[in-house]
T-cell receptor
Framework: NAGVMQNPRHLVRRRGQEARLRCSPM?????VYWYRQLPEEGLKFMVY????????ESGMPKERFSAEFPKEGPSILRIQQVVRGDSAAYFC????????????????FGQGTRLTVV | DQQVKQNSPSLSVQEGRISILNCDYT??????FLWYKKYPAEGPTFLIS?????DKNEDGRFTVFLNKSAKHLSLHIVPSQPGDSAVYFC??????????????FGQGTTLQVKP
């Protein structure tokens, strides 16, 4: 679990600013997932990326949110012009491969970034 | 549309007794189910999983039961320990050629095990 590194752990932004959340997957993992947890709710899938490719972004809000996973460096989740409703915990998970039959034990979550919009 | 539901927000049990956490789902296309444990200020940690072709999977003190006809699964922890106190999330996923590995999570159940 500690192998997936997210930073910062806590991020405070004023309304209208940009938030950039970083995720370095575990060594050898080339698949990254972003989830968002709103207060008192479960985790909601946002986006699934492989190196230089967005595979599934069906959970991403249509505006202001974007994600990338470049060939070199961490995956970035960017939120432009943040609003109070963006305040949440954002979790990244990584996996070495995606296999039919499951996500299961191959996926590991980071400790999350807690975004607070004031 | 909440496809995975954990209807009990919290559960309190005595140390040494059994903890039973429940989860219901609506999508019959789910192929596998997982339970995650989460401590405050940490990410979820995988606990145990079960394929839809099975009705039981056991790992030490943890057993997951799946009732496909009822679209219901449960996690049993026996015996419960104070260190088990955490939020438990049920999650489900679909296999097949379109599988992207994304999971659908329930809202979570907070388990408190009292010494």
């Amino acid at each position: 679990n500690a192998g997936v590194m997210q930073n910062p752990r806590h991020l405070v932004r004023r309304r209208g600013q940009e938030a950039r959340l970083r995720c370095s997957p575990m060594k050898g993992h080339s698949h990254v997932y972003w989830y968002r947890q709103l207060p008192e709710e479960g985790l909601k899938f946002m986006v699934y990326l492989q190196k230089e490719n967005i595979i599934d972004e069906s959970g991403m809000p249509k505006e202001r949110f974007s994600a990338e996973f470049p060939k070199e460096g961490p995956s970035i989740l960017r939120i432009q012009q943040v609003v109070r409703g963006d305040s949440a915990a954002y979790f990244c998970a990584s996996s070495p491969v995606t296999r039919t039959g499951g996500f299961g034990t191959e996926a590991f979550f980071g400790q999350g970034t807690r975004l607070t919009v004031v | 549309d909440q496809q995975v539901k954990q209807n009990s927000p919290s559960l309190s049990v005595q140390e040494g007794r059994i903890s039973i956490l429940n989860c219901d789902y609506t999508n019959s296309m789910f192929d596998y189910f997982l339970w995650y444990k989460k401590y405050p200020a940490e990410g979820p940690t995988f606990l145990i999983s079960i394929s839809s072709i099975k009705d039981k999977n056991e790992d030490g003190r943890f057993t997951v039961f799946l009732n496909k006809s009822a679209k219901h699964l449960s996690l049993h922890i026996v015996p419960s320990q104070p260190g088990d106190s955490a939020v438990y999330f049920c999650a489900a996923g679909s296999a097949g050629s379109s599988n992207t590995g994304k999971l659908i999570f329930g809202q979570g159940t907070t388990l408190q095990v009292k010494p």
